[in-house]
């Protein structure tokens, strides 16, 4: 159960043109503990717990448990969740052989849009489509679980 991703700051909103789906995501932190982060996640009509473990050096890898549950369940144990719940809209792309997933954030995170795509290996070539921008695998600051704590809003230029 491991996960291989890349991360792209998004430069224009040309990727919403490309979309062929588009779902609300709400979700919330039950831990946030650098070894390992708990997520609880409703997507459309969807609930999910994910238990995520800390990246590899590259930042490109990870273990990643996920099960669905009810929405009703999820919505429960957003009660629970620490301070910070997460707001977006996620776009999906397909380009070329893969598909990237835009996640376009609301509220504190509001401004921000991010990329990912996932791959069957490190070094898996793919194409780049021309509204991804700068990468940011591995930049602790662009994960969920920090963004929860540290929103967009409130960043400065040292962060």
């Known amino acids: 159960m491991q996960e291989i991703e890349r991360k792209f700051l998004v430069t224009s909103e040309a ?5 062929h789906k588009r779902t609300r995501i709400v979700q919330g932190f039950l831990n946030t503990h650098p070894e390992r982060t708990v ?9 999910f717990i994910t238990i995520k473990g800390k990246s ?10 996920e099960k669905q549950i ?5 919505e429960e144990l957003l009660h629970l969740c620490e ?14 052989d893969h598909t990237f997933e835009v ?23 793919f194409s780049k489509p021309e509204w991804l921008g700068k990468e940011v695998t591995g930049d602790v ?8 704590k540290t929103p967009y809003k409130n960043w400065t230029n040292e962060n």
């Open 15 to 19: 990727f919403k043109n490309e979309a």
């Open 39 to 47: 997520r609880i996640r409703i997507q459309g009509n969807d609930g």
């Open 56 to 65: 590899n050096k590259s930042g490109l890898s990870r273990f990643e448990w």
């Open 70 to 74: 009810s929405q009703a369940e999820a």
């Open 83 to 96: 301070p910070g719940i997460i707001e977006k809209t996620r776009y999906e792309i397909f380009f070329d």
């Open 103 to 125: 996640d376009d954030f609301m509220g504190d995170n509001e401004g921000l849009i991010i990329a990912e795509i996932e791959l069957d290996s490190e070094t898996e070539p």
């Open 141 to 148: 600051k662009y994960y969920n679980s920090n963004l929860s």
